[in-house]
């Protein structure tokens, strides 16, 4: 019972002496940590809508909107901020979290507060989609199929650079 109080009464004195250690906010704006998960934002150039995002967001913040009709088919990938829970999973799994600019990243914004829940919406530009010939079906986005085959482009590039460099150390 003793050593609680002793402990209380250090910490009293320890905050007398150093003063609070909140911040002022929102007299004084408050700068978040480095690796602070504020709001997510989408890059038009760096999402290929490939919609990982939304598999693997827990909240299911992260809808799919694709519009299939004889003039246009097209994907939008629509993240409602007042269903996110910021939890990191989407920049984490973005397909394309390695390319410059990344898919979806978390910003340092925290302040998101509204009346309006149609204004805490995040979108992305429409993506032409590619459907199959026989069925009509939605296969992907077509800048997920062009960053895929840039990307194995990569890979047998250096598969065959590879088996250069094994066939001339065997002569």
Same mark, same amino acid.
Request: net charge positive; aromatic share 4%; with cysteine.
């Given at each position: 019972?003793?050593?609680?109080?002793?402990?209380?009464?250090?910490?009293?004195?320890?905050?007398?002496?150093?003063?609070?250690?909140?911040?002022?906010?929102?007299?004084?704006?408050?700068?978040?940590?480095?690796?602070?998960?504020?709001?997510?934002?989408?890059?038009?150039?760096?999402c290929i809508a /490939?919609? @990982? %995002?939304?598999? *693997?967001?827990? +909240?299911? =913040?992260?809808?799919?909107?694709?519009?299939?009709?004889?003039?246009?088919?097209?994907?939008?990938?629509?993240?409602?901020?007042?269903?996110?829970?910021?939890?990191?999973?989407?920049?984490?799994?973005?397909?394309?979290?390695?390319?410059?600019?990344?898919?979806?990243?978390?910003?340092?914004?925290?302040?998101?507060?509204?009346l309006d829940r149609?204004?805490?919406?995040?979108?992305?530009?429409?993506?032409?989609?590619?459907? /199959?010939? @026989? %069925?009509?079906? *939605?296969?992907? +986005?077509? =800048?997920?199929?062009?960053?895929?085959?840039?990307?194995?482009?990569?890979?047998?590039?250096?598969k065959s650079s590879?088996?250069?460099?094994?066939?001339?150390?065997?002569?």
């Amino acid at each position: 019972m003793r050593y609680p109080k002793l402990r209380e009464l250090k910490e009293a004195i320890t905050a007398i002496i150093k003063g609070p250690c909140t911040t002022k906010y929102p007299y004084q704006p408050h700068s978040p940590a480095k690796r602070f998960r504020g709001k997510p934002v989408y890059s038009n150039d760096g999402c290929i809508a /490939c919609a @990982a %995002c939304s598999l *693997v967001c827990p +909240a299911r =913040a992260i809808e799919v909107k694709d519009t299939v009709d004889r003039k246009k088919a097209v994907r939008r990938m629509v993240l409602h901020l007042d269903e996110c829970h910021y939890c990191g999973q989407c920049s984490a799994l973005c397909t394309t979290k390695a390319d410059s600019p990344p898919g979806i990243k978390h910003t340092t914004e925290f302040d998101l507060a509204g009346l309006d829940r149609r204004q805490m919406i995040s979108q992305t530009d429409e993506k032409e989609l590619a459907l /199959c010939e @026989a %069925c009509g079906d *939605v296969i992907t +986005a077509k =800048a997920h199929l062009e960053w895929l085959a840039k990307r194995l482009g990569e890979i047998r590039q250096n598969k065959s650079s590879m088996r250069q460099m094994q066939k001339g150390h065997h002569d």
